[in-house]
């Protein structure tokens, strides 16, 4: 979700990727590098929320962004 800085959502979209790795031991750990495009938005001070979601179990885990666009 891209949110304005005091937290109105602005835009969003839910379940827009799947990321499956398969292994034979059991995964610690998980890197993604996740690249966003703002084309159109006005200056301002922003919040770009991402949330996985665990497909093993029903485990999630979101994390906050702030970002700025320049004038």
Known sequence: MVKSADGKILAGQENFAKFVKTS???IQEFMLT????VDGAPPGK????YKL???G???TSTFEQP???AG
Not at 34 to 37: A, P, Q, Y
């Open 53 to 55: 979601h665990d497909i």
């Open 46 to 49: 922003y919040v770009l929320e």
């Open 57 to 59: 179990s029903d485990k």
């Open 24 to 26: 034979r031991a059991k």
């Open 34 to 37: 996740l690249t966003l495009s």
């Open 67 to 69: 970002f700025i666009i």
